[in-house]
């Protein structure tokens, strides 16, 4: 099926609550702190409306969810799923590595996934079927994954390891961590972005939310890459998650003793 109006939509969604939250934080902005202890700002929230009443004026009948709160039932069967800035703290610290989130969803599966990045100039998107693009503005091309085979070959890409929920983890991670040829870490989406575009070879989030995955799995997938959460599962309701390339998934899957 084409879902082109639909990517196309998000893609433009995506590009204006960027430019949003763009002028937004110029003028000044504070963080206050959500009950999780993450942080939420001004930008956050409008940057949702933005996009929550875009949605509604163009898709009517499909259902949203969002992070700062939006909830819709909908009536097509169909669901976006928005983050309306992925990575508000280095939103708020003026780095460079926070996006936007936007994707459609029916029965669980991403139908259209777009990742940007105001500040990089970066854009990720893909549809179900259609493959995975992205890149630089103006020179966006296919993604494909790395054709690594080897750990001793890989860029691991973890992140959030400071959380809580991260300590059950972390021997493994650390383990996988002195195996790989290399370790970055940009915050979670671009991390994500850069093992579509075969930059990176696997990455690990230990506590994520539907918003955050949405759109990721599908550009990870599209490009060839494997997604599954801790549970094994692909889904993207279980909080956790675990991205890589596909030479090396049987490795990755025994360091986090994951069942295939």
């Known amino acids: 099926m084409n879902y ?7 893609r433009r969604v995506a590009v204006a609550a960027g430019e949003n939250a763009r002028r937004l934080r110029a003028g000044g902005i504070a963080a206050e702190t959500k009950p999780d202890d993450s942080p939420v ?4 929230k409008s ?13 009517s009948e499909d259902g949203v969810l969002g992070e700062e709160g939006s909830s819709k039932a909908g009536a097509s069967g169909r669901r976006w799923i928005i983050d309306p800035i992925d990575g508000t703290r280095d939103f708020v610290r003026g780095n460079r590595f926070w996006c ?5 969803e029916e029965a ?7 990742a940007h990045f105001p500040m990089l100039g970066e854009t990720y998107w893909a549809s179900r079927g259609g493959g995975a693009y992205g890149g630089e503005e ?5 993604l494909r994954v790395s054709a690594a085979s080897t750990l001793a070959e890989c860029v691991f890409s973890p992140s959030g390891l400071q959380l809580p929920k991260a300590r059950p983890y972390l021997p493994r991670v650390m383990d996988l961590m002195q195996r790989c040829w290399s370790v970055r870490s940009y915050g979670g989406a671009l991390d994500a ?7 990176a070879e696997i990455w690990f989030e230990p506590k994520v939310e539907e918003w955050d995955l949405a759109a990721l799995r599908l550009i990870i997938e599209e490009a060839g890459g494997v997604f599954f959460a801790l549970d094994g599962s692909r889904s993207i309701a279980r909080g956790t998650a675990v991205a890589c390339t596909p030479g090396v998934e049987a490795e990755v899957r025994r360091a986090f003793a994951i069942p295939g």
Do not use: W, Y
């Open 100 to 104: 936007v989130l936007v994707a459609l």
């Open 138 to 142: 103006g020179a966006a091309g296919r």
């Open 47 to 59: 940057n949702e409306r933005l996009i929550r009443e875009a949605i509604e004026r163009e898709f």
């Open 108 to 114: 669980g599966e991403s139908l259209v996934g777009v």
């Open 4 to 10: 082109e109006p639909e990517l196309q939509f998000a």
């Open 41 to 44: 700002t001004e930008a956050d």
């Open 193 to 199: 972005c850069m093992l579509a575009a075969g930059k």
